[in-house]
């Protein structure tokens, strides 16, 4: 079975400074999806950034960026230029990508608190 | 871009009776809806996976007959707690999968049963 582990309970950083949170991952499989997905207090999930396995190029959106490796089974979410706004909980989640790809569950990690501070 | 209207957004019940969360998809078609209970500053725990026209895959510990999901139609799936108790309070959170391949969620159910 597959298992997601994010082994920071909290981060704190700087408002416009940047942060790494960390993901690690356990699979069989060669085929899946990535997800990091941001839970702000109105705890309404968001979804950041997205990574498909057999994409060696890492998924970029604006301030955030993933270092996905794919042989070390790590999935990384950097974001920069912290803003207020991006304090929140942040699951890493994972997704079988055989079969049909509307029918995929999504298996999360613990979850990271990320602080920003003024 | 899709949309996923949860309600209701809070519900306060007493213990012993049955509680109904909904979830409609707006703008598509959810063929497949997925139900999460979530703990106070804890990870989404996957309860079951619902197909329209078909019963529910329930997960590992989930107990079916106090959780009742319905999907009947491609726009609404609904989840039942049935003879609620105080342990049942929780965060409740649908998610439907998307043509897109994604995630939509909806804002979510705080149950709170005294």
């Known amino acids: 079975a597959q298992t997601v582990t994010q082994s920071q309970p909290e981060m704190s950083v700087q408002e416009a400074e940047t942060v790494t949170l960390s993901c690690t991952y356990d699979t069989s499989e060669s085929d899946y999806y990535l997800f990091w997905y941001k839970q702000p207090p109105s705890r309404q999930m968001i979804l950041v950034i997205r990574?498909?396995?057999?994409?060696?190029q890492n998924a970029t959106e604006n301030r955030f960026s993933v270092n996905f490796q794919k042989a070390a089974k790590s999935f990384s979410l950097k974001i920069s230029d912290s803003q207020l706004g991006d304090a929140a909980m942040y699951f890493c989640a994972y997704r079988t990508g055989t079969g049909s790809s509307n029918t995929g569950k999504l298996i999360f990690g613990q979850g990271t608190t990320l602080q920003v501070k003024p | 871009g899709a949309v996923v209207s949860q309600h209701p957004s809070w519900v306060i019940c007493k213990s012993g009776t049955s509680v109904k969360i909904e979830c409609r998809s707006l703008?598509?078609?959810?063929?497949?809806m997925f139900w999460y209970r979530q703990f106070p500053k804890q990870s989404l725990m996957l309860m079951a996976t619902?197909?329209?026209?078909?019963?529910?895959?329930?997960e590992q510990g989930v107990e079916k007959d106090k959780f009742l999901i319905n999907h009947a139609s491609l726009t609404l799936s609904t989840l039942t707690v049935t003879s609620a108790h105080p342990e049942d309070s929780s965060f409740y959170i649908c998610?439907?999968?998307?043509?897109?391949?994604?995630?939509?969620f909806g804002s979510g159910t705080r149950l709170t049963v005294v």
């Open positions: 998610s439907a999968s998307t043509w897109r391949g994604g995630y939509t």
């Open positions: 703008d598509f078609q959810a063929t497949t």
């Open positions: 619902s197909n329209e026209g078909s019963k529910a895959t329930y």
């Open positions: 990574q498909e396995a057999y994409k060696q």
